[in-house]
């Protein structure tokens, strides 16, 4: 049982570029979420799914896509990276008693 | 919308002492979660409290849901250097997403 895994790790953008963030989970959990979590701050929503096929905002949507076509896989869309998007990135899913588990995280420079 | 304050922001402690860390809402909760990162590190779930003046214990660590459900704490009775990291409160907010809003976090410094 692998829980969450995210790749990449640690990424280096310029500005304007876009990438994808990877997320799975082998739980068979139907909720997933994506969170930034920027120094010395909480963490804060950006996406969410609630099952394949269903997502939603969270906080913080501005400036990213998410999709859900498998249970497995909520990947995080960033489209013309910004600076402000400099974060450390954690996708996590939960069970049915409410906890969440989290993956490794992805390091984000935009230069 | 909904906010979770959380104090200290920062606490350094000599090893063997003992550490709290505190929660606040400005409105009732329905529950309250804690989390733990250690640097570096993805936050890990600790425990979750739903009910008015609920006290839930780990080993040293120690927490407590206000009778108001208004403020949450986490104790840890003599620190170990293996509770250094960063202590987050959420809750989990109205409805069935499971969506969480997270307090600012605590990061316990624990000098040997």
């Known amino acids: 049982n692998a829980g969450v895994t995210q790749t990449p790790k640690f990424r280096i953008l310029k500005i304007g570029q876009s990438m994808t963030l990877q997320c799975a989970q082998d739980?068979?959990?139907?909720?997933m979420y994506w969170y930034r979590q920027d120094p010395g701050m909480g963490l804060k929503l950006i996406y969410y799914?609630?099952?394949?096929?269903?997502?939603d905002k969270g906080e913080v949507p501005n400036g990213y896509n998410v999709s859900r076509s498998t249970t497995e896989d909520f990947p995080l869309r960033l489209e013309l990276a910004a600076p402000s998007q400099t974060s450390v990135y954690f996708c996590?899913?939960?069970?049915?008693?409410?906890?969440?588990?989290f993956g490794p995280g992805t390091r984000l420079l935009v230069l | 919308g909904q906010q979770v304050m959380q104090i200290p922001q920062y606490q350094h402690v000599q090893e063997g002492e003992d550490f709290t860390t505190y929660c606040n809402s400005s409105?009732?909760?329905?529950?309250i979660q804690w989390y733990k990162q250690r640097p570096g590190g993805h936050p890990v779930f600790l425990i979750q409290?739903?009910?008015?003046?609920e006290v839930k214990k780990q080993k040293r660590l120690t927490f407590q849901f206000g009778e108001a459900k208004k403020n949450s704490s986490l104790h840890i009775t003599a620190t170990q250097t293996t509770d250094v990291g960063t202590y987050f409160c959420?809750?989990?907010?109205?409805?069935?997403?499971?969506?969480?809003?997270f307090g600012q976090g605590t990061t316990l410094q624990v000098k040997p």
């Open positions: 996590a899913s939960k069970d049915f008693q409410e906890t969440q588990y």
């Open positions: 959420a809750w989990r907010g109205s409805g069935n997403t499971g969506k969480l809003i």
């Open positions: 409105t009732t909760l329905s529950n």
């Open positions: 409290l739903v009910k008015s003046g």
């Open positions: 739980m068979n959990h139907n909720y």
């Open positions: 799914s609630v099952g394949a096929g269903i997502t």
